[in-house]
């Protein structure tokens, strides 16, 4: 199967964290139903998305240089990108973080360590939110 079809089967979720075991984690975990493509900041993230438009973004909040909010505001500023659905991931409880990211339109909020179910149960009620957004006249 080429890239192309591949792509065409499965949607595309692009993970952003600055924990090498974190990202493998995620990829090990949603590898047999999405394309996942990782990268280690935020920095990365907005670069693969001059270029890409993933489905969805797993975003990390505490990273260094720019953390989760800061990335999730300039992806909301980018031209064809602002309507990607974000989840955010931590491993703290912040109510400031929680409401600074759902102002930037964030879908979901995943604390770490998070259960490989839960994640997968979550994407996929996200991408069934964005069917039926897109279905309604």
Known sequence: MS???SRESKKCILAVDDTAIVLTRIANTLKDEYE???VNSGIR???????EK???ILLDIQMAQMDGI???????????????PVIMLTGVEDKNFVLASAKLG????????FYAEDLLKRI??????EEQKHRKP
């Open 54 to 56: 993933p489905d969805l």
């Open 70 to 84: 800061e990335t999730l505001q300039e992806i909301r500023s980018m031209k064809d990108r602002a309507d990607i």
């Open 124 to 129: 996929q009620g996200v991408f069934e939110q």
């Open 106 to 113: 964030i879908c979901d909020y995943i604390l770490k360590p």
């Open 3 to 5: 890239q192309t079809e």
């Open 45 to 51: 993230a907005l670069k693969y998305l001059e270029q």
């Open 36 to 38: 996942v493509i990782t």
